[in-house]
């Protein structure tokens, strides 16, 4: 993916941001796309709750358990590879 799809994707999810509304998976793109680079599924979920992109109904923490299932369920989105997740849109 070059830069300039990154930094679409990333531009287009702020507006999400603001308003509060971002799902898990949007958070977890937003993440990718903003590091430019694949993570670890704890990175990506420290970095979604210190900027608290996405709130869990029961309010605990995103951890990396629950980062894995959601990029599992996301083939089409996201992949993993030398242990680390990255975006394949």
Known sequence: MGLHTHGRVAAALWLQILTNEMKIEEAIVFVLASSGHGMRTEQIA??????KLFTRWDNAPVDGKMVYAVVMSHPDTFCKSDGRIRLII
Do not use: A, M, P
């Open 46 to 51: 420290r970095e979604i709750n210190e900027r």
